[in-house]
Every structure is written in C-alpha cells, then in structure tokens.
C-alpha cells in the first residue's frame, strides 16, 4: 500500500503524540559492528538465518553488552514474516520489537547507532506490518523512524548510514499525488524522489570507498527504486548483472526481478532455476510462483509444475489467487475449459485480494467469462518480451464475431507490441482508440493506455503531452492495478518537474 494510503487510513489520529519516560542508561552497553557482526549480518542478507542465528548467539555470550546483534536478529524477523507470511509466526515474534526497543534505549545516545537501530526496528516491522494489512501500526513505525533519522542525522551530520533509509522514505513520499501532499506535510513528512535518489547514491559512494558493510543493503534499495519508478532502469540492470547470485537468494531476488522489469526474461528464469537452495537457506516458495510466470510468458508447458509447488508448500495468501488464475490460463492453453474453470473457481476460494494480482484474479473469477485464447496468447507472449510472436498471433486473431470488449482489448494489445517494437506511432494510435471505446468500463486498457502514452511522449521529450497524460491517468478511477498505474503516473511528473 503506497504511503498516501497510509495516510488517510491515518489522518483522524493525526492529533495523539507519543511521549515516553526516560530510561536510565546502561553505562556497559555498547554499540561495536565487530567482525563476528558482520559476519553474521552477511549471512542473514544471503537468506542463511539459521547461521546469522547461530553466529548471533555465540555474540550473546562472549560479547552480552554488545547491541548491534539486537538489530542483526531484527532482520531475522523481518525477512522470516516477509517471505513465510505465517500468522502464528507473527504472534510469535511481534513481542520481540518492543523488549528490543526498550533493550535499545538504555544504551548511551551518544552513539550514532542510538537512534539509528531503534529507527531501522521500526522500519522493520513497519514492511512487515504493511505485509500482514496491519496499516495503523505500520504508518506510526514509519513516521517513528523518520523522526529517529531525522534527529539522528542533526546529532551526526556527517554519520552516512542516515541517509539509506532516509533517501529510500523522501523517494516514496516523492510518489504521493500532489492532492495528498498536505496530508504528508501535517504528519511531517517531506521529501521527493530526486532528493531520495541523491541521498542514497551519496551513501552507497561513501559506502564503496569505505568498505561499509552496510553497501549492499543500500545498493538493493537503490536499484529498486531505480526500476520500479522508472527512474533509469537500464542503468539498473547493468549494475544488477554484477551482484553474486550463487550463494546469495536476497540477490537472486533482486537481480531476477530487475530482469523482469527490463525486459530480460530469460536470464530471470536461470536465475530462479539456478537459486541457491537447501537447509542453509530459507524457503522461498514465492520464487517458484514468479518461475512459474516467466516460463508462462514463453508458453512453456513445464509453468504448471512451477505454479504448483508455491501453491503446495506456500503457507502465506498473498499471490495465491493469481496462482490459480495463472493455472487457470496454463489449463485454458494446454487443456481444457473445465480444469481452467475448476482453477477459477478455487482462485475465488483460497488467498486474499490485498494485492493488486490477487484483486484482478478475484475479480475475473466472480465475472465468470472465459479468455479469449488468441488474445491470451498475445498478451503473455508481449509479458514475456517476446514482441514478433505476440503481433504474428495478433494478425491472425479472426476479428468476425469478436465482441466489443474483445475488440478493445485487441486494439490494447496491438498498442503494447507496437511499443514493444519500436513502432511508436502505431503504438499511441491503438492507445487512443483503446481511450476512447466506450466499452470496457472497470477494465485497466484505458488507463494504462494513458500512461503509455505519456510514457512515450516522455522519451520523445515532449514534455507537454507527456504531463497531460500522466495528469488525466488520475481520472481514471476503480480499476485493476489502479494503485501500479497511479504511482507510475506520479513518478512520471515527478521526473517531467
């Protein structure tokens, strides 16, 4: 959920404040980013928890006054409810952040560590509260870390590890639609992306030059935020292409899902096949669920086996309702309409509709229609990148007898492979025609036609029709991936300021 969210989910407590008694400070307590730290810290960034853990523990006893190993484990936490989604594993574990917290506070804040490790804690289990819908406390742990950061960087101006958390908030704030921007102000929060941008790329030089343990986490962050606000995607995966996959599953991760982004398809699927895995690492059966999509995109008929496996041992509901709507499409291709419906109808029964994919899936399962194969066909080849085989099926989709929601949808397609090609003229004709059917009422073609439109008018440096276009995104409303579309249009303007 995008931050401008949070805030109006937010804005009837925007009066409560938050006071708390001083604790006594520990005069033994310390903050010390030893070798065994970091060890651990690298170990746990490479999803190997159990040995971060273990490492942790061996801390605990030769090194009690130590600290640093309270923040370590946080990121246990973290990565474990994030990729498992369990629920008992939440009620678990959510006591450990405030005896952390409070653990935290009794150390000397003359350390600039002080602030920052209670900032990055609340950071933590604010991802991790946002994962499990839990908005409220997500948005105060957000603006509590903010305001840690922010006081901490007046304390230690010149304390770079700051800005990694700072520059990746100030980004996200940039996203929030200027009709929102009040709302953000009154809660104290400011900032845009290219402020976010500068920020993060001045620690990751101090980081590099100084061999900051801390240089790869930044470095994740600023390449999402480089691909997902398309911002430079293409520098982002030139410097994707250099992250360790081997042993490492975060930057299996990182790197896979840039390649996606950029069009690189088929190095995501090595990618994902090829992942570190065994006991050392943590299960991370979303993995196979975005296999299971790319080899999809390419029509390959081992997606299903892929698809399966997260569907089996997945534990969580987020992506389970696209799962099934993706067996769905994987059975209407390679067999038959009664398995796509029987997918349909489990997509209906199982996972939740918190995400964008899962809301889509859920909304086509309750309509009961069945896809049009050829324009199915066409779209997952255009997802796959594979843009001459999306148009050659687009040809030879007969047009007698297509109803006009099919025909808008053709005339989308036809606009995407057209993009997709390099053939940019044709590419905004088929979007205006997609724009101004009146059929398709609820449907994503017609916004995200505008955004492409304002995308390309972007690259062409005509400024004007691209604002124009991003703007009129907005007035669009109620539709699939609404909160994606949006937040690209706001990213867009942000670029044109």
Not at 229 to 252: G, M, V, Y
């Amino acid at each position: 959920m995008h931050l401008f969210r949070l805030l109006l989910l937010i804005a009837p407590l925007i009066c409560l404040s938050f006071t708390s008694p001083t604790p006594s400070i520990v005069p033994s307590s310390k903050f010390d980013f030893s070798p065994e730290c970091q060890t651990a810290y690298e170990e746990i960034l490479a999803m190997r928890l159990q040995a971060g853990q273990k490492i942790l523990h061996q801390i605990e006893q030769d090194d009690p006054n130590n600290l640093i190993p309270l923040l370590l484990a946080n990121y246990i936490d973290l990565f474990q409810l994030f990729i498992l989604e369990e629920e008992a594993l939440l009620t678990q574990l959510e006591p450990n952040k405030e005896k952390r917290l409070q653990q935290l506070s009794k150390a000397s804040p003359d350390s600039p560590y002080y602030l920052l490790s209670q900032a990055e804690i609340n950071l933590h289990w604010a991802i991790i509260h946002l994962k499990y819908n839990q908005y409220y406390k997500a948005f105060w742990e957000v603006r509590k870390a903010y305001k840690l950061l922010k006081n901490n960087q007046s304390k230690f101006p010149d304390f770079q590890l700051n800005l990694k958390s700072l520059g990746v908030i100030h980004a996200l704030v940039g996203t929030i639609p200027d009709n929102y921007k009040w709302g953000a102000k009154i809660l104290g929060f400011e900032g845009d992306i290219k402020q976010g941008i500068q920020e993060l790329e001045q620690f990751l030089a101090y980081s590099k030059q100084n061999q900051n343990i801390f240089y790869q986490e930044g470095l994740n962050f600023h390449l999402f935020l480089l691909t997902y606000l398309d911002i430079a995607p293409k520098k982002a995966w030139q410097i994707a292409q250099s992250l360790p996959t081997n042993d490492h599953l975060l930057n299996t991760l990182v790197v896979s899902e840039i390649a996606v982004r950029t069009g690189h398809h088929e190095q995501s699927i090595q990618l994902l096949e090829n992942r570190p895995r065994g006991a050392d690492y943590i299960d991370f059966w979303l993995l196979d669920y975005t296999l299971g999509l790319q080899k999809l995109y390419r029509l390959d008929s081992s997606a299903k086996a892929s698809m399966l496996n997260f569907i089996h041992n997945f534990k969580g509901k987020n992506y389970v309702k696209d799962a099934y709507q993706k067996l769905a499409w994987y059975a209407l291709l390679f067999e038959d309409e009664s398995t796509y419906f029987d997918y349909m109808q489990k997509c209906l029964t199982y996972g939740t509709t918190n995400m964008d994919a899962d809301k889509s899936a859920d909304k086509w399962a309750k309509s009961g229609k069945l896809l049009h194969r050829d324009l199915l066909k066409a779209r997952l080849l255009f997802d796959g990148g594979n843009y001459e085989q999306a148009l050659v099926v687009l040809d030879n989709t007969p047009t007698i007898g297509l109803s006009n929601e099919h025909v808008l949808e053709l005339n989308y397609r036809y606009g995407r492979v057209c993009e997709g090609l390099g053939r940019l003229d044709d590419a905004i004709e088929y979007y205006q025609l997609t724009m101004a059917s009146e059929v398709g009422e609820g449907s994503y073609f017609a916004p995200k036609s505008c955004l492409q439109i304002g995308k390309i008018y972007e690259w062409q440096n005509d400024q004007e029709q691209a604002r124009n276009y991003y703007k009129e995104c907005f007035q669009y409303s109620d539709y699939d991936y609404e909160n994606s579309i949006e937040q690209q249009a706001k990213a867009g303007l942000n670029r044109l300021k």
